[in-house]
């Protein structure tokens, strides 16, 4: 009798040791798959900054380039209004 009931206890404690195993067991899938979701998110970020910085530089330069013709644009304007003055002066 005493040898039923130990196995009987015994039973009992595996059974509650293996269901505890299975909820750890999808605990630790539960963190891997947080993990490469994690993992998935930071490379988005860091493709989505290098991206937003790329950005910035074709902004500057843009931005550069435009100033540079207008300007170009300006000296283009005085030279012709230069020119009108130096006509009218001659004739």
């Known amino acids: 009798m005493k040898l039923k009931s130990e196995l009987q206890r015994s039973n009992g404690e595996v059974q509650d040791l ?3 195993l299975q ?5 630790s899938i539960s963190l891997s798959e947080e993990l490469t979701d994690r993992t998935s998110c930071r490379q988005e970020l ?4 290098e ?9 500057d330069i843009l931005k550069e380039s435009n ?3 207008l300007d170009s644009a300006y000296n ?3 030279e012709r209004q230069y020119q009108v003055i ?3 002066h001659k004739d």
């Open 18 to 20: 293996s269901r505890q």
């Open 23 to 27: 909820e750890e067991q999808k605990r």
């Open 46 to 49: 860091t493709i989505a900054t």
């Open 51 to 59: 991206k937003m910085r790329d950005l910035q530089k074709e902004n």
């Open 67 to 69: 100033n540079k013709l």
């Open 76 to 78: 283009l304007e005085r």
């Open 86 to 88: 130096l006509k009218m």
